[in-house]
């Protein structure tokens, strides 16, 4: 009953709360997996899920079971890691979740040089909404995860990793494009693009505008870096980003990147991970070629 393989089905199919996603990860049918369930289910004489209930939930039992589980795949997962400590060569898997605006070409770089490296190592990277990436770090489905404006949990562990200039982003054609700096004060009143209420960016953008008593007008706000710049590109009012993520545009002639204050602003992105987490040496190299990475 406890093969690994077994427990991973387990565990996945209560984290996603859906047997056909579950099934889905582990490469079974939902048949198989469903199976699966009742035959534990029997051997524990125990009831497992509330399958009145969608997505799934755990009863009492079953959180016991599912604790179990994840216990003895990370005391699996901590034993091939020090196995490989024995090996001279770095190999293995590193699962990552960033955020969109790290930008795919940069992390095509750094796979490719990850891979150079050390090709005995795969890298694992998937694009997800900040709240997603500090779930999947708790939740052990990565093993970095990136992320802006980190912010330290009692169950996370945060490692800075670069600070990026922001600046004001606008069309060619706007006004301001001209200008070689616009101080907070300048940008009272304009029509601005701004991010989703609720991601951290946003946030601080909001907070340093109203530090300096400047009221824009959001006329519209998107919850990926990519689309705000496509709003810009059409001349749509100004926004603040960070320079590091408007060269393609710079260099297309699509928009002007003008210097912000002072004082200026910002933005920290940091790579989180579960606390207590024993990483493997292909985690703790990628982490490695990261943190050589320039912080411009």
Same mark, same amino acid.
């Given at each position: 009953?406890?093969?690994?393989?077994?427990?991973?089905?387990?565990?996945?199919?209560a984290?996603?709360?859906?047997?056909?996603r579950?099934?889905?990860?582990?490469?079974?049918?939902q048949?198989?997996?469903?199976?699966?369930?009742?035959?534990?289910?029997? #051997? *524990? @004489?125990? %009831?497992? =899920?509330?399958?009145?209930?969608?997505? $799934?939930?755990?009863?009492?039992?079953?959180?016991?079971?599912?604790?179990?589980?994840?216990?003895?795949?990370?005391?699996?997962?901590?034993?091939?890691?020090s196995?490989?400590?024995?090996?001279?060569?770095?190999?293995?898997?590193?699962?990552?979740?960033?955020?969109?605006?790290?930008?795919?070409?940069?992390?095509?770089?750094?796979?490719?040089?990850?891979?150079?490296?050390?090709?005995?190592?795969?890298?694992?990277?998937?694009?997800?909404?900040?709240?997603?990436?500090?779930?999947?770090?708790?939740?052990?489905?990565?093993?970095?995860?990136?992320?802006?404006?980190?912010?330290?949990?009692?169950?996370?562990?945060?490692?800075?990793?670069?600070?990026e200039?922001?600046?004001?982003?606008?069309?060619?054609?706007?006004?301001?494009?001209?200008?070689?700096?616009?101080?907070?004060? #300048? *940008? @009272?009143? %304009?029509? =601005?693009?701004?991010?989703?209420?609720? $991601?951290?960016?946003?946030?601080?953008?909001?907070?340093y505008?109203?530090?300096?008593?400047?009221?824009?007008?959001?006329?519209?706000?998107?919850?990926?870096?990519?689309?705000?710049?496509?709003?810009?590109?059409?001349?749509?009012?100004?926004?603040?980003l960070?320079?590091?993520?408007?060269?393609?545009?710079?260099?297309?002639?699509?928009?002007?990147?003008?210097?912000?204050?002072?004082?200026?602003?910002?933005?920290?992105?940091g790579?989180?991970?579960?606390?207590?987490?024993?990483?493997?040496?292909?985690?703790?190299?990628?982490l490695e070629?990261?943190?050589?990475?320039?912080?411009?």
């Amino acid at each position: 009953m406890f093969q690994l393989a077994h427990l991973k089905l387990f565990k996945d199919i209560a984290q996603y709360g859906s047997m056909s996603r579950g099934a889905q990860a582990n490469g079974v049918s939902q048949s198989a997996a469903s199976q699966h369930v009742q035959e534990v289910e029997k #051997e *524990l @004489d125990a %009831v497992l =899920f509330d399958r009145g209930t969608r997505p $799934l939930e755990l009863t009492e039992a079953g959180k016991l079971y599912y604790e179990f589980c994840r216990e003895v795949l990370r005391k699996s997962e901590e034993l091939q890691t020090s196995l490989g400590e024995l090996r001279s060569q770095v190999e293995g898997t590193v699962r990552v979740a960033s955020i969109f605006s790290v930008g795919l070409s940069e992390m095509t770089q750094l796979e490719a040089e990850f891979a150079s490296r050390y090709p005995r190592t795969q890298l694992q990277v998937q694009y997800l909404r900040p709240e997603r990436v500090y779930a999947a770090a708790r939740g052990d489905e990565v093993d970095l995860g990136i992320v802006s404006y980190p912010e330290p949990a009692k169950d996370l562990t945060v490692i800075p990793w670069r600070e990026e200039e922001m600046v004001v982003a606008a069309a060619p054609s706007h006004p301001m494009a001209s200008q070689a700096r616009v101080k907070p004060g #300048e *940008l @009272d009143g %304009v029509e =601005f693009i701004g991010f989703d209420p609720d $991601l951290p960016i946003r946030r601080e953008v909001d907070r340093y505008l109203k530090e300096h008593g400047v009221t824009v007008t959001v006329t519209m706000h998107f919850d990926a870096i990519p689309m705000v710049k496509e709003a810009l590109a059409l001349g749509s009012g100004v926004s603040i980003l960070p320079k590091r993520m408007l060269k393609t545009e710079i260099e297309q002639g699509r928009l002007a990147a003008i210097r912000l204050g002072p004082p200026g602003l910002v933005r920290p992105l940091g790579v989180i991970l579960r606390k207590k987490k024993k990483m493997n040496r292909a985690t703790q190299a990628f982490l490695e070629l990261l943190q050589e990475e320039p912080a411009r």
